[in-house]
């Protein structure tokens, strides 16, 4: 069965840390999503990688392929980045994502 | 650029009635998706579609119908509703997941069965 896991699923961080989110996932993916929901609710895409690592601004994600595992970075954390993160992936030729149940980090001032 | 707008935001229904949850995109993606989303829980696939005309069921379908008339609609429909029907839904649209383009979300639709 296609499953993905993350954690932890909450996690409360002081402004300026190193905050580091944690994916892993059943063998043999395609690529793998990294999202984005805000307290309000909308969902955004961050990153989609199948290998190796991407950065946007202060976001990092990285990505393992024989340890089947993902993680997502911030740098210099900041309340604004307080959100639900979800990692998703797919397998073979689907064009089905099967979703994390997210992690909802928490930044206090 | 509005990208993928959803109607309505909100809506209570009593059990038994039916509805249309309203999805369009702008973006002329093929691909576009139902999910549902319930608290404590990931995203769940409902129904997609990677085309005019042509849909398919996704993890868990039973209760809802679709239709994909046009590339920009694709409405979800429930016919008889059901407390277990409860959740927020949203619809997503992409050219493919597996090229190195996003998903792009609507805001979500928040229904209530009551």
């Known amino acids: 069965k296609n499953e993905v896991e993350q954690s932890p699923q909450n996690l409360t961080a002081q402004e300026g840390e190193f905050i580091t989110i944690n994916c892993s996932y059943s063998v043999g993916i395609s690529a793998l999503h990294w999202l984005q929901q805000h307290p309000g609710g909308g969902i955004v895409s961050l990153f989609m990688l199948s290998s190796g690592k991407k950065k946007h601004g202060r976001l990092i994600a990285t990505i393992n392929i024989q340890e089947k595992h993902s993680s997502l970075h911030i740098t210099a954390s900041h309340p604004r980045d307080s959100a639900v993160y979800i990692c998703a992936a797919t397998w073979g030729g689907s064009e089905k994502l099967v979703f994390g149940k997210g992690m909802k980090l928490t930044v206090n001032p | 650029n509005a990208g993928v707008t959803q109607t309505p935001k909100f809506r209570i229904l009593k059990i038994g009635q039916s509805m249309t949850l309203q999805c369009t995109q702008d973006m002329n993606h093929n691909y576009m998706y139902w999910y549902r989303q319930d608290p404590g829980m990931g995203l769940k696939l409902i129904y997609y579609s990677v085309g005019a005309g042509i849909t398919d069921k996704g993890e868990v379908p039973n209760g809802y119908n679709v239709s994909r008339s046009t590339t920009e609609d694709f409405p979800l429909r429930l016919e008889l509703a059901a407390p277990s029907q409860t959740s927020v839904y949203f619809c997503?649209?992409?050219?493919?997941?597996?090229?190195?383009?996003?998903?792009?979300f609507g805001d979500g639709t928040r229904l209530s069965i009551l």
């Open positions: 997503a649209s992409s050219y493919r997941v597996l090229s190195n383009q996003p998903q792009h």
